[in-house]
């Protein structure tokens, strides 16, 4: 599944090392399926560099099968929301280096890939109108007039009652804005959510339930979610796999359950400081 990009780019490619990374893949590969169709996202050889020449990502590597919830975590500035926003081209990737359902993403109507790959980010902006008005904004576009029952169950959805449906966005706190935008992202029915760090401004209960809802989406709409949070309790709860990113790199990928087992000295760092 996911993989460190290759040997030169690893600090210390230690054979443990690789043996760890390769028994992941079998394992998640075998979860996807032999079809190459399974993979949601394939990314090869991903590398940013900035215009003065400070490399952002360096020849990341990932394979993202459908249905599964993959958690980014690394410090900040590592890379993670740029990563992010290759996948819905709000950074334009290289061509040939991101693939959504085996199409080079370069090559798809951009405001299409944009509605099946919805994307939270980590400060909701609302669109002027009311709350009802920012979740009918996405299937009007597409000539759909979602009924007061669906927006509702939108609203409810990401956990906001209908009290919420007609008031704007300056009357809304952080966190429940970004219930909003999750609410208008799903109005969309995306096939991939796209959250970084969607529940940093939720008190615990809300956080709950929107974690719920991720799951929930998974388990009956076969929802792949690729999430960016600094919360390891939070991955631990709701992440098929974790995928450690250090400095542009992918230098870890494991099981939640197994996030101690971590070997790159960066990543081990970070974990014992989260
Ligand atoms: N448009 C840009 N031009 C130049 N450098 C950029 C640009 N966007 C991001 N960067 C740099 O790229 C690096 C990665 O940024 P990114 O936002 O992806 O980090 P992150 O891992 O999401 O961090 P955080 O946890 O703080 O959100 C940072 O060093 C940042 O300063
Ligand atoms: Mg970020």
């Not at 590398?47 to 958690?71: E, F, Q, S």
């Not at 939270?120 to 709350?131: K, M, N, S, Y």
């Not at 230098?251 to 996030?259: A, F, G, Q, T």
Request: glycine share 6%.
């Amino acid at each position: 599944m996911f993989s460190a990009p290759n040997h030169q780019v690893l600090d210390n490619p230690q054979d443990e090392e690789r043996e760890h990374l390769v028994a992941l893949d079998i394992e998640l590969a075998e979860e996807a399926g032999e079809d190459e169709h399974q993979w949601k996202f394939q990314i090869r050889d991903l590398t940013k560099i900035t215009n003065a020449g400070v490399p952002i990502l360096k020849g990341i590597k990932m394979d993202i099968p459908k249905g599964v919830v993959i958690g980014i975590i690394g410090p900040s500035g590592s890379g993670k929301s740029t990563v992010l926003r290759a996948l819905n081209r709000l950074w334009e990737p290289p061509t040939g280096t991101v693939f959504f359902d085996g199409d080079d993403i370069c090559d798809l109507d951009v405001l299409n890939l944009r509605r099946r790959v919805g994307m939270l980010f980590q400060l909701p902006a609302l669109f002027e109108g009311t709350v009802a008005d920012n979740i009918r904004y996405g299937p009007q576009l597409r000539g759909k007039k979602l009924t007061d029952i669906e927006v509702y169950q939108l609203l409810t959805l990401a956990d906001l009652d209908s009290s919420f449906l007609d008031k704007t966005g300056d009357e809304l706190s952080v966190g429940q804005a970004q219930r909003v935008a999750l609410a208008r992202t799903l109005a969309n029915e995306p096939e991939v959510l796209l959250l970084d760090e969607p529940t940093s401004a939720l008190d615990p209960i809300s956080t709950q339930n929107i974690e719920d809802v991720l799951v929930k989406l998974k388990k009956t709409r076969g929802m792949t979610t690729v999430m960016v949070s600094h919360s390891i309790k939070q991955i631990q709860r709701i992440a098929d796999v974790v995928c450690l990113l250090v400095s542009g790199e992918i230098v870890e990928v494991l099981k939640p359950s197994e996030l101690s087992d971590a070997k790159h000295p960066m990543a081990q760092r970070f974990l014992q400081l989260s």
